[in-house]
T-cell receptor, first 114, second 114 residues
Framework: DSGVTQTPKHLITATGQRVTLRCSPR?????VYWYQQSLDQGLQFLIQ???????AKGNILERFSAQQFPDLHSELNLSSLELGDSALYFC?????????????FGEGSWLTVV | AQSVAQPEDQVNVAEGNPLTVKCTYS??????LFWYVQYPNRGLQFLLK??????LVKGSYGFEAEFNKSQTSFHLKKPSALVSDSALYFC????????????FGAGTRLFVKA
């Protein structure tokens, strides 16, 4: 158990809908990362937050947004969902924003868009 | 821009034989290199990392990796493979310049045959 908690574990929703994925980082970790894993595109970095502030941005669509709250938990909001958004979404956390810090992953949230 | 290449989609090895999973990278600045393992329907688990110092890094479950700066490689190795090592392995790279994105390779599936 990495200590990173993600909810929900599984989610099925229809195209055009909006969902929110939630992440609680490891105790004491200030950085939160979101990744998308799909069969055809591998593991894609979406976005990173450090202590509530956006730190780095990857291939995150404009329909997606994220935030990190004062208690350090994070939410990833996915809107106007399309079939291609079906994927496994990982949250990860690390102690600080330092380049050498290890990132620890949660078990993921499986999103199926039908 | 950072990039990671895992040239083999799949590696097959017999139990008891040594295994190597290859990884090459490209970054500006100093590289920080990581290996993760993913079992079916699970999150990524940290195996080992290279930050600085000794080029041979030892990690969990008997795995080790060798950093080679001139060849920009960070191959994962294990002297004697176990059937339970069968999983998906990811190499990742982060740079100390240009933000803190951690970029993952496409993954290599390791099959260890009894």
């Amino acid at each position: 158990d990495s200590g990173v908690t993600q909810t929900p574990k599984h989610l099925i929703t229809a195209t055009g809908q909006r969902v929110t994925l939630r992440c609680s980082p490891r105790s004491g970790d200030l950085s939160v990362y979101w990744y998308q894993q799909s069969l055809d595109q591998g593991l894609q970095f979406l976005i990173q937050y450090y202590n509530g502030e956006e730190r780095a941005k990857g291939n995150i669509l404009e329909r997606f947004s994220a935030q990190q709250f004062p208690d350090l938990h994070s939410e990833l909001n996915l809107s106007s969902l399309e079939l291609g958004d079906s994927a496994l979404y990982f949250c990860a956390s690390s102690e600080q924003g330092a380049a050498g810090n290890t990132i620890y992953f949660g078990e993921g949230s499986w999103l199926t868009v039908v | 821009a950072q990039s990671v290449a895992q040239p083999e989609d799949q590696v097959n090895v017999a139990e008891g034989n040594p295994l190597t999973v290859k990884c090459t990278y490209s970054v500006s600045g100093n590289p920080y290199l990581f290996w993760y393992v993913q079992y079916p329907n699970r999150g990524l688990q940290f195996l080992l990392k290279y930050i600085t110092g000794d080029n041979l890094v030892k990690g969990s479950y008997g795995f080790e990796a060798e950093f080679n700066k001139s060849q920009t490689s960070f191959h994962l190795k294990k002297p004697s493979a176990l059937v339970s090592d069968s999983a998906l392995y990811f190499c990742a790279v982060r740079s100390n310049t240009g933000g803190f994105k951690t970029i993952f390779g496409a993954g290599t599936r390791l099959f260890v045959k009894a």
